[in-house]
């Protein structure tokens, strides 16, 4: 049975004008489904070039890594879209929710892609409510605040029931009491067995997770779990 | 569904990008509707003078070409006394009228005007129907013996006397004075000639008096009926070779060319076909600068919409998905531009055909179907070929490079 990732001696670099700048160099490590695990590191640190090639969004320069058992070098782009429509699901620190569109419209996009068409928009509104949304649905994208908006990007990352959900500081431009609703809503779903890999360079964010890896200068420097783990639910530090 | 979403949250820009779309679309419309109108017309006064009437050009020309004299040349082979001998000689006529022409100023007293000088033959008045206002047409006696005496259009008459009675009114022409004797009644312009700008004079006086020369530069007869036509042609070829000594029989030697108004109508149609077809091409380039358009606010579009571009591929778009939604809104537009350039092109053609109507010309309000699937059919080919470009470009966007966009 292999794991969900499997990621051995993966390294980036970039060729810009001819000047080369390593990104990563040597990546290895594995994560298992029903994982909640960060990523940390100081901007720079190449730990967002370590989450867009873990979330099939970019291609390593060497190295190997298998997605669900998948070698992804041999995959095309094709291929990895419809990976990406269907087993993963991204929330990015700016939300990216498509502009002058329903929230219910930008939680449909997923299935838009995806060959299992059936019943979108009951979906849709279901895994909406699930986030406590049930009463936006119809909102448009810039009617509703920060923290609503960030999870309508979870839903939309839900929607298509994913076996991992990509978090990149999700947290990054929220305010801490609606930060740590989102925070919440992500141990709530690792409860309930979703695969939950968080993209952050603050130690209290990460804390929110059960394993930290710490990537600095392209390297993994730390691989440990956390022993007192913050949780958003209940009577937490930041409040 | 998302492309068309795309489109009405951007009203203004969808709108202005649409509006080459929509005039080139437009004009095409236009051109080819008022084109036919036009041609109907001309058409129809050509038919209103006759279809039983003869030409006879000096010069010989092939069938489909026009003859020489229409390019300016002076042939002098024709002459008065080839108008006579077919009055004469061949049966079914019912009347000649030769005809020498030229410009001149008439003056009568303190006033002058140019105009154009008509020296022709009594059977001017029915071989070209016309009527007469006041006085009388000259006669065939009057024809033949210099008589220094003029008939006026309807323009000239008053233009030259206003309110005043001509008739008995000596006017000057190329220091000729000649006596009114009568006046025409307004009739138009039919087939670019104005019949109401001309003065009447006789056909010898014209040529001995002003012109000095003993040629004359059209025959036109008219034949009893319809059917006789085709012979009466034949005859007078004949007649006019045995005339001008001309033994060869294939009509390559003739200096002389005849024709007959069914002639005239398809070459008059064949003609207004060139230019209708030409003015509506000149039309539809202008939907290459709307495609051009197009193009622009797509490469725009794609950029401003670089993120989006990134989250619909970091959410599943495959590349197709892509090109295809950019390719689906830059036909949208422009066949949204194309389908209300119709419906303006068609209105203004109904406008046109209104105000011609209202003018007194029997003008025929004409869409050709044809006209209308060209005109969507191009505009939706500009969407695709200038789309593309724009579409590729997104379709191909990096998804991490996308994201990343600010």
């Known amino acids: ?239 | 569904m998302m492309p068309i979403r795309t489109l009405l949250a951007n009203k203004a820009r969808s709108f202005l990008t649409m509006l080459g779309v929509i005039i080139g679309v437009g004009a095409v419309i236009v051109i080819i509707s008022v084109g036919a109108g036009a041609q109907s017309l001309i058409l129809s006064q050509v038919k209103s003078l006759g279809t039983n009437i003869i030409g006879v050009l000096p010069g010989a020309s092939n069938d489909n070409g026009p003859p020489a004299t229409v390019m300016g040349i002076v042939i002098t082979t024709l002459t008065y006394d080839d108008a006579m001998a077919i009055k004469k000689e061949i049966p079914n006529v019912v009347d000649v009228a030769a005809y020498s022409k030229g410009v001149a100023t008439v003056s009568w007293q303190s006033n002058q005007y140019d105009t154009n000088l008509s020296g022709t033959t009594a059977g001017y008045m029915n071989v070209e129907g016309g009527e007469i206002d006041e006085g009388r047409f000259f006669t065939s006696e009057e024809e033949k013996n210099l008589s220094e005496v003029a008939v006026l259009g309807a323009t000239v008459k008053d233009q030259l006397f206003g309110l005043s009675d001509p008739i008995g009114q000596k006017i000057k022409i190329k220091n000729h004075m000649f006596e009114v004797i009568g006046t025409m009644k307004k009739r138009g312009t039919v087939a670019f000639q104005d019949y109401d700008d001309q003065v009447f004079i006789p056909i010898m006086t014209m040529q001995k008096l002003i012109e000095g020369v003993n040629y004359i530069g059209m025959i036109r007869i008219k034949i009893n009926n319809e059917n006789n036509v085709q012979e009466a042609k034949d005859e007078i070829t004949a007649l006019l070779r045995e005339r001008h000594n001309i033994s060869d029989k294939s009509g390559a030697s003739d200096d002389f060319t005849v024709r007959s108004s069914d002639q005239a109508l398809s070459m008059i149609t064949s003609i207004t076909n060139a230019l209708k077809y030409f003015l509506a091409a000149m039309a539809a380039l202008s939907l290459i600068i709307g495609g051009i358009g197009i193009m622009n606010i797509m490469l725009i579009s794609v950029r401003e919409r670089t993120r989006e571009i990134g989250l619909r591929k970091a959410v599943g778009a495959k590349t197709s998905n892509i090109l295809n939604q950019f390719l689906i809104e830059a036909i949208a537009i422009t066949a949204l531009g194309g389908i209300i350039g119709i419906i303006v092109g068609v209105l203004i053609s109904f406008l046109i055909s209104v105000v011609a109507q209202s003018l007194g010309y029997s003008w025929d309000f004409i869409i050709s179907l044809t006209s209308i699937i060209l005109a969507l059919a191009v505009s939706a080919l500009v969407g695709l070929v200038f789309g593309l470009y724009p579409a590729y470009k997104a379709s191909k966007l990096e998804p991490v490079e996308a994201l990343r966009y600010e």
């Open chain 1, 1 to 239: 049975m292999p794991g969900l990732i499997q990621v051995n001696n993966l390294s980036k670099t970039y060729d810009s004008e001819g000047v080369k700048t390593t990104a990563l160099s040597g990546v290895s490590f594995n994560i298992e489904k029903g994982e909640f695990v960060a990523i940390m590191g100081p901007s720079g640190s190449g730990k967002s070039t370590l989450m867009h090639i873990l979330g099939l969004l970019d291609r390593a320069s060497e190295g190997e890594y298998f997605f669900e058992g998948k070698n992804v070098v041999e995959l095309s782009d094709d291929e990895l879209a419809v990976l990406r429509n269907e087993s993963i699901g991204f929330v990015f620190q700016a939300f990216n929710l498509l502009p002058r569109t329903t929230v219910l419209e930008n939680v449909k996009l997923p299935l838009f892609y995806s060959k299992d068409k059936k019943d979108i928009d009951g979906r849709s509104r279901k895994v909406l409510e699930s986030v406590g949304l049930g009463h936006r649905l119809n909102f448009f994208s810039n009617q509703i605040s920060g923290g609503e908006k960030q999870r309508v990007a979870i839903a939309r990352a839900l929607v298509n029931e994913p076996s991992v959900i990509f978090a990149d500081e999700p947290t990054g431009n929220l305010d801490s009491k609606s930060g740590i609703q989102v925070m919440e809503i992500l141990q709530n779903l690792n409860d309930h067995g979703n695969t939950i890999i968080l993209v952050t360079h603050e130690t209290q964010t990460a804390e929110y997770s059960k394993r930290i890896l710490r990537i600095m200068d392209g390297k993994i420097v730390n691989d440990e779990r956390v022993e007192r783990r913050r949780l958003a639910g209940d009577g937490d530090l930041l409040k």
